[in-house]
């Protein structure tokens, strides 16, 4: 398998989800990502970072966001 490295699509496709973003975040500040072994260590390497935190949190940002931004617009066009 060392021929098809997973790790880096791996963080991206946990990024681009709310839900497990926002588990996996929960799981590492109460340090329970050590019980998730290989997953869970490239897990608290990546998003235990700074750089890793400040993704996670433009990202969460970003869910919160674009629907919002969109809902607005939709509502805005409505009351017209």
Same mark, same amino acid.
């Given at each position: /398998? !060392?021929?098809?490295? *997973? ?13 497990? *973003?926002? $588990? *996996? ?7 329970? #990502?050590?019980?998730?072994?290989? =997953? %869970?260590?490239?897990? $608290?390497?990546?998003? %235990? #970072? =700074? %750089? %890793?935190?400040?993704? !996670?949190? #433009? /990202? /969460?940002?970003?869910? /919160? ?6 809902? $607005?617009?939709?509502? $805005?066009?409505?009351? *017209?």
């Amino acid at each position: /398998m !060392s021929d098809y490295p *997973l790790e880096q699509p791996m963080l991206v496709l946990c990024a681009l989800n709310p839900v497990d *973003l926002a $588990r *996996l975040l929960i799981l590492l500040k109460l340090d329970i #990502s050590a019980l998730m072994g290989y =997953t %869970g260590a490239l897990y $608290r390497e990546f998003f %235990g #970072s =700074t %750089g %890793g935190i400040v993704i !996670s949190f #433009s /990202m /969460m940002m970003l869910w /919160m966001i674009v629907p919002l931004a969109v809902a $607005r617009r939709i509502f $805005r066009k409505k009351n *017209l």
